[in-house]
């Protein structure tokens, strides 16, 4: 509903009462999915701007320069509530409706990424969601072939009552040749492209700017939409074949607040007039409150001349999809909408699309790190249930069920980074953050995760090129949620800044909260990186006789650490690496220097053996605690032949690469972790979800 103090303002301001239709609108756009009334002013101090953005935060994705001749569109969004009610259809219109952002720009989908985060896997629920989120998310890219090529799973009880999704979608189009999401003309056609408009997803705007029920799964689930992938990947061929025509003068997808929120805002610039009517629906009898505020899935809105409708309406009909011209661009900043001859809405467009007063909240900051307290457990048995931990543990249930090679661009999805072929050169992406170090340090941690992406990309030897970013957390109404966002943003902000990165896009989900669990989730702030590398290179491990190297300074980080999950340790979480050493790694890679490379993230340096060199014997130096399950940023562990092209840099030759086991000595006293052991802890995970 609208809140009370929104419906008199806007009485005071119309001096008038609303209609119903109105009322609508204003509850959907004026919601905080919508209109980002909580965080307008602290996501104006991110550096947006950068040599190769050609348009950046505002549209439906961003573009940006990959080369002279090719951009990359980029988008992320988050399907969270959705994918709670119903975790299969939730994500799988998450997937959709990303994907349309980028085709909305004119671009050819070709990648996908997903950061996930769930409860803890020991209850039924929680597989039960992400099964059935894993299963959604596969199913709709594999049906419309785009390759999801990378992603990240993280476990905490925090999110038991409310699941994170979030998904990347990187597009190709020209530099020259991308779409915008505004009208351009007075007196131009509104053309609606696609699937028929029924009831489902009504609401979905403002469902998803609330914190979730007790009762949600059912009271919720008419606000849930439902793909067909079928239909998407026609609409895909037939939107890319408008644009190639020169004639679509601006493109939106149909998302969050429905034919409402895309006409609207698409048309700011000037105005609109809207004839529900003429909607093409699935179901008959709909009001046109429901007409104008389905979420229904699959459907583009375009702008056209009047003299060119008819020749998209054939293209439409050549891929078998439905369209409806539905209205027009006027001069006049208004937005109004007719039915069967009657005026439903009549609404200054400015107040609609960007009117909704701002929210300020009190801020209070926290202090939620504790002493370490040494576990007494062995170091061999810590190290095993460190590596079987899901988040250090391979993720082959999941990645198996994603077609990562569909397009037949995919170079290497493994490691640290996904590797696609673009134009003759790499297009490396990477996402995810780390929520238990950004709950201990908000500023910190996100600070942190700009570096951990920028790391994985410089294992590949790739630059980044930009940064999107989906910012989940819990209600702002609490003073301790909205200090952990300013932080965030802040430490985002400040890191992008430093290392030269813009931020071109993302999405703000708050109210990540259940009263069912009586949980709010840790802030969350994931994000997905794109770069660029000259030479196209796969993520290996190491081979048998290379020196293992450590680069970096390590520090007792333990505080949010695996360590801590499995122990409760606690500790204090890291603060800020140098960004500087990312340079440092990435020209390595880039003079052949290494063999292999990883940078140390969840799990400290055992994380990074398993995965580089799990058959290898290693000498730490100090603690062993400390040397192998802290997680300090600013850290990687290299393979070489030689160390000649490490003088003058920080680093300590920790062991070599070969031998029959993971043999880690310190002071006199050793451990051997055997190949059957090290699979045996590594596949826990796939264990529970296949059994």
């Given at each position: 509903?609208?809140?009370?103090?929104?419906?008199?303002?806007?009485?005071?301001?119309?001096?008038?009462?609303?209609?119903?239709?109105?009322?609508?609108?204003?509850?959907?756009?004026?919601?905080?999915?919508?209109?980002?009334?909580?965080?307008?002013?602290?996501?104006?101090?991110?550096?947006?701007?950068?040599?190769?953005?050609?348009?950046?935060?505002g549209d439906d994705a961003a573009i940006v320069r990959f080369s002279e001749t090719c951009a990359i569109a980029i988008g992320?969004?988050?399907?969270?509530?959705?994918?709670?009610?119903?975790?299969?259809?939730?994500?799988?219109?998450?997937?959709?409706?990303?994907?349309?952002?980028?085709?909305?720009?004119?671009?050819?989908?070709?990648?996908?990424?997903?950061?996930?985060?769930?409860?803890?896997?020991?209850?039924?629920?929680?597989?039960?969601?992400?099964?059935?989120?894993?299963?959604?998310?596969?199913?709709?890219?594999?049906?419309?072939?785009?390759?999801?090529?990378?992603?990240?799973?993280?476990?905490?009880?925090?999110?038991?009552?409310?699941p994170l999704v979030n998904v990347v979608c990187v597009g190709t189009v020209r530099p020259d040749r991308f779409l915008t999401a505004r009208v351009k003309k007075?007196?131009?056609?509104?053309?609606?492209?696609?699937?028929?408009?029924?009831?489902?997803?009504?609401?979905?705007?403002?469902?998803?700017?609330?914190?979730?029920?007790?009762?949600?799964?059912?009271?919720?689930?008419?606000?849930?939409?439902?793909?067909?992938?079928?239909?998407?990947?026609?609409?895909?061929?037939?939107?890319?074949?408008?644009?190639?025509?020169?004639?679509?003068?601006?493109?939106?997808?149909?998302?969050?607040?429905?034919?409402?929120?895309?006409?609207?805002?698409?048309?700011?610039?000037?105005?609109?007039?809207?004839?529900?009517?003429?909607?093409?629906?699935?179901?008959?009898?709909?009001?046109?409150?429901?007409?104008?505020?389905?979420?229904?899935?699959?459907?583009?809105?375009?702008?056209?001349?009047?003299?060119?409708?008819?020749?998209?309406?054939?293209?439409?009909?050549k891929y078998d999809l439905r369209w409806s011209d539905i209205g027009e661009v006027i001069a006049e900043p208004r937005y109004i909408v007719t039915f069967h001859g009657e005026t439903v809405a009549d609404l200054p467009i400015d107040l609609l699309v960007a009117g909704a007063p701002l929210c300020a909240w009190e801020t209070r900051p926290y202090q939620a790190e504790t002493a370490f307290a040494r576990p007494?457990?062995?170091?061999?048995?810590?190290?095993?249930?460190?590596?079987?931990?899901?988040?250090?543990?391979?993720?082959?249930?999941?990645?198996?069920?994603?077609?990562?090679?569909?397009?037949?661009?995919?170079?290497?999805?493994?490691?640290?980074?996904?590797?696609?072929?673009?134009?003759?050169?790499?297009?490396?992406?990477?996402c995810g953050c780390n929520p238990h170090h950004t709950y201990l340090k908000p500023y910190e941690g996100m600070a942190n995760a700009v570096i951990e992406n920028a790391s994985n990309l410089a294992c590949l030897g790739a630059d980044p090129l930009c940064i999107v970013n989906c910012l989940n957390f819990a209600s702002p109404v609490h003073p301790e949620i909205a200090w952990q966002l300013e932080r965030s943003v802040l430490g985002l902000g400040d890191m992008a800044r430093r290392m030269a990165i813009p931020i071109v896009g993302g999405n703000v989900s708050l109210y990540n909260e259940s009263d069912e669990f009586e949980t709010q989730i840790k802030p969350t702030p994931s994000l997905g990186m794109a770069g660029r590398s000259d030479e196209v290179r796969r993520w290996t491990t190491a081979g048998d006789?290379?020196?293992?190297?450590?680069?970096?300074?390590?520090?007792?980080?333990?505080?949010?650490?695996?360590?801590?999950?499995?122990?409760?340790?606690?500790?204090?979480?890291?603060?800020?690496?140098?960004?500087?050493?990312?340079?440092t790694v990435r020209n390595l890679v880039r003079a052949g220097a290494l063999t292999a490379a990883t940078d140390l993230s969840r799990g400290g340096l055992l994380a990074a053996l398993a995965k580089?060199?799990?058959?290898?014997?290693?000498?730490?130096?100090?603690?062993?605690?400390?040397?192998?399950?802290?997680?300090?940023?600013?850290?990687?562990?290299?393979?070489?032949?030689?160390?000649s092209a490490l003088a003058g840099i920080e680093h300590r030759v920790i062991g070599r690469a070969g031998g029959d086991a993971l043999t880690v000595t310190w002071d006199g006293t050793s451990f051997a972790i055997t190949p059957d052991e090290l699979e045996a802890a590594l596949s826990t995970t796939t264990r529970i979800m296949r059994y």
């Open positions: 509903m609208l809140p009370a103090q929104d419906l008199e303002l806007l009485r005071t301001t119309l001096q008038r009462d609303l209609t119903e239709v109105e009322i609508a609108c204003f509850e959907n756009l004026w919601s905080e999915h919508c209109s980002y009334r909580s965080t307008r002013p602290l996501l104006k101090t991110l550096p947006t701007e950068g040599p190769d953005v050609l348009l950046g935060p992320m969004e988050s399907h969270n509530h959705p994918s709670y009610v119903d975790p299969y259809d939730g994500s799988a219109t998450g997937v959709g409706g990303i994907v349309r952002d980028v085709l909305s720009m004119g671009a050819r989908p070709i990648a996908l990424m997903d950061p996930l985060y769930f409860g803890a896997l020991d209850a039924e629920k929680n597989r039960y969601l992400f099964e059935h989120i894993v299963s959604g998310i596969g199913d709709y890219g594999n049906c419309i072939g785009v390759p999801v090529v990378r992603g990240e799973l993280g476990f905490d009880p925090c999110y038991a009552g409310n007075p007196g131009a056609r509104l053309v609606l492209v696609g699937a028929s408009t029924g009831r489902d997803g009504l609401g979905g705007a403002s469902f998803a700017s609330r914190d979730l029920a007790e009762d949600a799964e059912a009271e919720d689930r008419p606000s849930v939409q439902v793909g067909d992938p079928f239909t998407e990947k026609l609409l895909i061929e037939a939107i890319l074949e408008m644009a190639e025509t020169g004639k679509v003068l601006a493109c939106r997808d149909l998302g969050a607040a429905g034919l409402a929120g895309a006409s609207s805002e698409m048309a700011s610039t000037f105005g609109a007039v809207i004839h529900a009517d003429r909607v093409h629906l699935r179901e008959t009898g709909m009001t046109p409150r429901e007409i104008m505020l389905a979420e229904s899935q699959e459907r583009m809105l375009l702008e056209v001349e009047a003299d060119d409708v008819a020749l998209m309406g054939a293209i439409a009909e007494i457990t062995p170091v061999r048995e810590l190290a095993l249930r460190v590596l079987a931990h899901p988040e250090v543990a391979r993720k082959d249930w999941v990645s198996e069920q994603y077609d990562k090679d569909v397009q037949l661009r995919t170079v290497s999805h493994r490691g640290d980074a996904a590797v696609l072929r673009l134009e003759g050169a790499a297009l490396v992406l990477s006789g290379d020196l293992l190297v450590l680069i970096g300074t390590t520090m007792p980080d333990f505080g949010g650490s695996v360590l801590d999950a499995v122990t409760g340790c606690g500790g204090m979480a890291p603060a800020i690496a140098d960004p500087g050493v990312v340079a580089l060199a799990p058959r290898s014997t290693v000498e730490l130096a100090g603690d062993p605690l400390e040397e192998l399950f802290s997680e300090t940023y600013g850290r990687f562990l290299v393979a070489c032949r030689d160390v």
